[in-house]
Structures are given as structure tokens and as C-alpha cells.
């Protein structure tokens, strides 16, 4: 039965010569789902419903490109002997961090051009950044990537799992903890939660702020369990490292922005 078993095909769509990969086709699912998300809560708060059509259109590549060059960085010892696979994206390897860094970067400068509150402006895109990210773990599924260490079938089997993930977990002999799945899964409740706190009378700045905090408290446990983890020293991972400081900086901040009076409530219209 072992031996029957054949990863999912990776290409989706080959035309002649160019081959159309499925985890391209996750990523962009998920930022176009993420963005009619938060055009609907754009709408929402009173602010032009192209405001995030023009943003992501500058902040998507953006967060490609950093996402890459940051996974790049961290595991240059490959790449500068080998500089033609530094394009490869298709193969997996970009970094949630690195596109993080990107995206707040990118919309820092666009809400100072347009005018507009970075905050609140963050705050609206926090579920759409959470859902993007949990649809794009199916990419790494695809690709029969970060995934966490050698576990049982019948472990696999006890968590209920479809067949299809079971079968696509077992990589060159040896099944594998889906931790594209926990995280996913962890992912998704964040979305709702984040939902959920838009209509609270939470202070601007404290739904993205709290989007970073429960995506970083996930991740530091779910990276534990990874074999492909971006690695700081031999026993230090670079993932929850920089989970941990993002913790404490979003704790930190939402204090010290709850003791300044001119902070204004989430939902106050622009």
C-alpha cells in the first residue's frame, strides 16, 4: 500500500512550456480572498473602497520580495553557491516575517501619502493578513513542505484527518506532523476572533496589534515542532525568537497607546 502512494501533483496547469504551480495559485486566492475582506470592512468605516485595491496592489509584490530575501538571508550559506535558485519561489521558501516587514513598511508610506490613519489602516487589514496566511499553509501542503517532525500513521489517522492529507504527509518513507494544518487551523480562529474584536470598542492600533499576538503565540509553538525551521544557532529558531519580541513589543505597545487620551476608538469614522 506504502508504495502506492504518490504525492498530490504540485503543477496545476502546464502551458507548453510554462508551468503554472498550485501553491502560486493558494498565495494569490488568499490575498484576493483577504482583500474582499477588508474592502467590505472598509466600506464599513467610511473610507473609499478602492483604498485597498490601490494599497495591495503596491504591498503584494512588496511582501513577496521581502518575504524572500528574508528566508534568503537566513539560509545564504546555500544560496550564494547557489544564486540562480534565489528566484524560485515556486519552490516554497518565502518567510511570513520577511512579507510582515514588507507590508507594514509599504503601509506606513501609503497611509502618509494618502492621509490616512496607519492604524486604523492596519486594523482593517489584520483578519485579511490572518486569512491570507491561513490559506496560504495550503501551499506549503502542496509543495510537502513545513511540516514538523516523523510521527505514525496511525497517529495521523486518530486526528480524524482525510486520507488525501494523510497520504500527502508521507514524504520519502516516513509520515510527517501536518504543522501546515495546526497552523491553518490556528489561523482561521484567529480570523474569526479578529472578526469578532472590529466590533468591540477596542482603540485603534489594538486589532492588528492583537492579529500579531495570536499569530505569534501559535507560531512559537507550532515552529517547535518543524524540521525546516530558519535557525539563529544550532538550538535557537529565528521564527519563535522573533515570535517572542513580537509578543512583548504588541503588549507593550497596546499599554503604552491605552494611557495616551488621543488615541481614538476603533470604530470612530475617519
Given at each position: 500500500?506504502?508504495a502506492?502512494i504518490?504525492?498530490?501533483?504540485?503543477i496545476?496547469?502546464?502551458?507548453?512550456?510554462?508551468?503554472?504551480?498550485w501553491?502560486?495559485?493558494?498565495?494569490?486566492l488568499?490575498?484576493?480572498?483577504?482583500?474582499l475582506?477588508?474592502?467590505?470592512?472598509?466600506?464599513?468605516?467610511g473610507?473609499?473602497?478602492?483604498?485597498?485595491?490601490?494599497?495591495?496592489?503596491w504591498?503584494?509584490?512588496?511582501?513577496?520580495?521581502?518575504?524572500?530575501?528574508?528566508?534568503?538571508?537566513?539560509?545564504?550559506?546555500?544560496?550564494?553557491?547557489?544564486?540562480?535558485?534565489?528566484?524560485?519561489?515556486?519552490?516554497?521558501g518565502?518567510?511570513?516575517?520577511?512579507?510582515?516587514?514588507?507590508?507594514?513598511?509599504?503601509?506606513?508610506?501609503f497611509?502618509?501619502?494618502?492621509?490616512?490613519?496607519?492604524?486604523k489602516?492596519?486594523?482593517?487589514?489584520?483578519?485579511?493578513?490572518?486569512?491570507g496566511?491561513?490559506?496560504?499553509?495550503?501551499?506549503?501542503?502542496m509543495?510537502?513542505?513545513?511540516?514538523?517532525?516523523p510521527?505514525?500513521?496511525?497517529?495521523?489517522e486518530?486526528?480524524?484527518?482525510?486520507e488525501?492529507?494523510?497520504?500527502?504527509m508521507?514524504?520519502?518513507?516516513?509520515?510527517?506532523h501536518?504543522?501546515?494544518?495546526?497552523?491553518?487551523?490556528?489561523?482561521?480562529?484567529?480570523?474569526?476572533?479578529?472578526?469578532?474584536?472590529q466590533?468591540?470598542?477596542?482603540?485603534?492600533?489594538?486589532?492588528?496589534?492583537?492579529?500579531?499576538?495570536?499569530y505569534?503565540?501559535?507560531?512559537?509553538?507550532?515552529?517547535?515542532?518543524?524540521?525546516?525551521?530558519?535557525?539563529?544557532t544550532?538550538?535557537?529558531?529565528?521564527?519563535?525568537?522573533?515570535?517572542?519580541?513580537?509578543?512583548?513589543?504588541?503588549?507593550?505597545?497596546i499599554v503604552?497607546?491605552?494611557t495616551k487620551?488621543?488615541?481614538?476608538?476603533?470604530?470612530?469614522?475617519?
Open positions: 500500500m506504502l502506492s504518490q504525492p498530490l501533483d504540485r496545476a496547469l502546464q502551458l507548453g512550456p510554462i508551468s503554472i504551480y501553491y502560486g495559485i493558494i498565495i494569490a488568499g490575498a484576493y480572498l483577504g482583500l475582506l477588508a474592502i467590505r470592512e472598509t466600506q464599513r468605516q473610507l473609499p473602497k478602492e483604498t485597498f485595491v490601490d494599497l495591495i496592489l504591498a503584494v509584490p512588496i511582501a513577496i520580495v521581502s518575504a524572500r530575501l528574508y528566508y534568503v538571508l537566513f539560509q545564504w550559506s546555500y544560496y550564494k553557491d547557489n544564486p540562480g535558485d534565489i528566484f524560485a519561489i515556486w519552490e516554497g518565502i518567510a511570513i516575517h520577511g512579507a510582515l516587514i514588507g507590508s507594514v513598511i509599504t503601509a506606513i508610506v497611509t502618509r501619502k494618502r492621509g490616512l490613519s496607519f492604524w489602516i492596519a486594523d482593517i487589514a489584520a483578519p485579511s493578513l490572518l486569512l496566511q491561513a490559506i496560504g499553509r495550503w501551499g506549503n501542503f509543495n510537502q513542505e513545513a511540516h514538523g517532525g510521527v505514525t500513521r496511525e497517529f495521523l486518530n486526528l480524524m484527518l482525510p488525501f492529507i494523510v497520504n500527502q508521507y514524504i520519502d518513507g516516513t509520515y510527517y501536518p504543522t501546515f494544518l495546526y497552523e491553518s487551523l490556528w489561523n482561521f480562529a484567529g480570523v474569526i476572533l479578529l472578526l469578532v474584536l466590533r468591540t470598542a477596542l482603540k485603534r492600533g489594538e486589532i492588528f496589534l492583537s492579529y500579531v499576538i495570536w505569534s503565540f501559535g507560531r512559537f509553538f507550532i515552529e517547535g515542532l518543524r524540521t525546516d525551521s530558519l535557525m539563529l544550532e538550538t535557537l529558531r529565528v521564527a519563535q525568537v522573533i515570535s517572542v519580541v513580537l509578543v512583548i513589543v504588541s503588549i507593550a505597545l503604552y497607546r491605552r487620551k488621543s488615541t481614538k476608538p476603533y470604530n470612530e469614522k475617519v
